[in-house]
């Protein structure tokens, strides 16, 4: 569960400071030029009192807002409300009527705006920040009726989002395409993904490290195992038992050992067109995991590494939930705001 943090931001009725530098030009001597009175939509007050200043230096006026007030007709606190109430998962509409008995009415178009808003703002903090080992996964959701590829990046030190893409996660050149400048503007330099050939080629390519999601590998692993057991020979069947313990295990000389064992298994060719044998099946597995092996173990040496891809598919789970309620998202923006300001549970 993310913890929400309610911090709804100050609105004074008129402001106590005053400007310090003029938007224009930067000049910092002013004349008062009149007060106006500006009705605002807010929890607790109906208008505020807003000044207007004289630039000394261009002479252009302006209007200097109080705190928590801009040119929008609701206050930051306001806006901010809404989007809580949206998070902790009212409908747009239910939103509009929970703000009722504070005197505000709140179409649900202007609460949608409301969130487009704070999810632009969060993207935009979220653009510099550091991130060390980002998780990386695909979902696939509905927009109007139509599926669509959605790779989601996490931040695996505090679970929350930070991008959110359509990006086609089998396609190798569209994930680096979206995934190299990410890396490079927030400092990344290890990836969390499952075991999709795309992600490794792209951490390859990179210069990342890479940690495979030891729940997929052992899920479809444990499927291989599952087949082989049926058809391999009962003089080899030794070699499954050793290649479950090992990814139990994940030792450090485990590629090593795959790799032996890969080498005792005589290799039988089939001719052109025929299936594999059994045999060459299981090679196959013992030269692929033996290959891999240090993508399953990152997480070994590296403290801050988790061994799962857990953290992604929770901050992922969060924005299901919601889209759940929301019922189908009209438009590519508005998942993504979607997206975004659930799986981050509001600043
Ligand atoms: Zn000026």
């Given at each position: 569960?993310?913890?929400?943090?309610?911090?709804?931001?100050?609105?004074?009725?008129?402001?106590?400071?005053?400007?310090?530098?003029?938007?224009?030009?930067?000049?910092?001597?002013?004349?008062?030029?009149?007060?106006?009175?500006?009705?605002?939509r807010d929890s607790r007050?109906?208008?505020?009192?807003?000044?207007?200043?004289?630039?000394?230096?261009?002479?252009?006026?302006?209007?200097?807002?109080?705190?928590?007030?801009?040119?929008?007709?609701?206050?930051?606190?306001l806006?901010?409300l809404?989007?809580?109430?949206?998070?902790?998962?009212?409908?747009?509409?239910?939103?509009?009527?929970a703000l009722g008995p504070f005197g505000v009415k709140l179409?649900?178009?202007?609460?949608?705006?409301?969130?487009?808003?704070?999810?632009?703002?969060?993207?935009?903090?979220?653009?510099?920040?550091?991130?060390?080992?980002?998780?990386?996964?695909?979902?696939?959701?509905?927009?109007?009726?139509?599926?669509?590829?959605?790779?989601?990046?996490?931040?695996?030190?505090?679970?929350?989002?930070?991008?959110?893409?359509?990006?086609?996660?089998?396609?190798?050149?569209?994930?680096?395409?979206?995934?190299?400048?990410?890396?490079?503007?927030?400092?990344?330099?290890?990836?969390?993904?499952?075991?999709?050939?795309?992600?490794?080629?792209?951490?390859?390519?990179?210069?990342?490290?890479?940690?495979?999601?030891?729940?997929?590998?052992?899920?479809?692993?444990?499927?291989?195992?599952?087949?082989?057991?049926?058809?391999?020979?009962?003089?080899?069947?030794?070699?499954?038992?050793?290649?479950?313990?090992?990814?139990?295990?994940?030792?450090?000389?485990?590629?090593?050992?795959?790799?032996?064992?890969?080498?005792?298994?005589?290799?039988?060719?089939?001719?052109?067109?025929?299936?594999?044998?059994?045999?060459?099946?299981?090679?196959?597995?013992?030269?692929?995991?033996?290959?891999?092996?240090?993508?399953?173990?990152?997480?070994?040496?590296?403290?801050?590494?988790?061994?799962?891809?857990?953290?992604?598919?929770?901050?992922?789970?969060?924005?299901?939930?919601?889209?759940?309620?929301?019922?189908?998202?009209?438009?590519?923006?508005?998942?993504?705001?979607?997206?975004?300001?659930?799986?981050?549970?509001?600043?």
């Amino acid at each position: 569960m993310s913890i929400v943090v309610l911090q709804l931001p100050d609105v004074k009725r008129k402001s106590e400071t005053r400007p310090e530098k003029c938007r224009y030009c930067q000049g910092e001597t002013f004349q008062r030029w009149g007060k106006v009175g500006k009705p605002v939509r807010d929890s607790r007050c109906r208008k505020v009192q807003v000044y207007r200043y004289r630039c000394c230096h261009c002479r252009r006026t302006f209007r200097y807002y109080p705190q928590g007030v801009d040119r929008a007709d609701q206050t930051q606190r306001l806006r901010k409300l809404a989007v809580i109430y949206w998070v902790l998962g009212m409908s747009l509409r239910g939103v509009g009527m929970a703000l009722g008995p504070f005197g505000v009415k709140l179409s649900h178009m202007s609460v949608w705006r409301d969130l487009q808003e704070q999810a632009n703002l969060l993207e935009k903090q979220r653009h510099w920040k550091p991130v060390r080992v980002l998780g990386v996964d695909g979902v696939y959701p509905l927009v109007k009726g139509k599926k669509r590829s959605v790779l989601i990046a996490v931040d695996l030190g505090d679970g929350r989002p930070v991008a959110i893409g359509q990006v086609d996660e089998s396609n190798p050149q569209a994930v680096r395409r979206w995934l190299e400048p990410l890396v490079k503007r927030l400092g990344v330099s290890v990836i969390v993904t499952d075991d999709l050939a795309s992600f490794r080629s792209v951490a390859e390519k990179l210069g990342l490290e890479h940690q495979v999601c030891q729940f997929h590998v052992r899920r479809w692993v444990g499927r291989t195992l599952h087949e082989l057991r049926e058809t391999v020979p009962k003089e080899w069947q030794w070699v499954l038992d050793e290649i479950k313990g090992l990814l139990n295990e994940l030792p450090l000389e485990g590629s090593r050992r795959l790799f032996e064992l890969w080498k005792q298994i005589p290799e039988r060719r089939t001719g052109q067109g025929q299936p594999l044998s059994p045999l060459s099946q299981l090679r196959a597995l013992l030269i692929r995991l033996s290959e891999h092996w240090p993508t399953y173990r990152v997480f070994d040496w590296d403290k801050d590494v988790p061994w799962t891809n857990n953290g992604t598919e929770q901050a992922i789970g969060r924005m299901k939930m919601r889209s759940r309620t929301v019922r189908g998202y009209k438009s590519w923006p508005g998942m993504r705001a979607g997206l975004m300001l659930s799986g981050s549970g509001v600043a």
